[in-house]
């Protein structure tokens, strides 16, 4: 099986940058799409930004111009780069993979447990 792994949350003001990874591991045989959602208090979970095994991006009209997403395929590794931080931008941001593992070779789905973000004075 695959997991995910994320790091990097914590507090942080508003109009300040973080930067979330989220590494796999495990039986990997292929990762393909790779991606970010996020649930805040009382809300649904909800895209954030996702990026293609060719690097094609999309991103929530919400974050547009503010967060970056990247990957590095040597290390199976996502990345969120946030910038200019909100209040709203406060939630559990959740990593999301699309791969296929050695045990089975079945495209599956799979999560991280999340990292909370904090954005307030």
């Known amino acids: 099986q695959v997991q995910l792994v994320e790091s990097g949350g914590g507090l942080v003001q508003p109009g300040g940058s973080l930067r979330l990874s989220c590494a796999a591991s495990?039986?990997?045989?292929?990762?393909?799409?790779m991606g970010w959602y996020r649930q805040a208090p009382g809300k649904e979970r909800e895209l954030v930004a996702v990026i293609g095994s060719g690097d094609s991006t999309n991103y929530a009209d919400s974050v547009k111009g503010r967060i970056t997403i990247s990957r590095d395929n040597a290390k199976n590794t996502v990345y969120l780069q946030m910038n200019s931080l909100k209040v709203e931008d406060t939630a559990i941001y959740y990593c999301?993979?699309?791969?296929?593992?050695?045990?089975?070779?079945?495209?599956?789905?799979?999560w991280g447990k999340g990292t909370l973000v904090t954005v307030s004075s």
């Open positions: 999301n993979a699309d791969a296929l593992s050695r045990t089975d070779y079945a495209p599956k789905n799979y």
């Open positions: 495990g039986s990997i045989y292929r990762i393909n799409a």
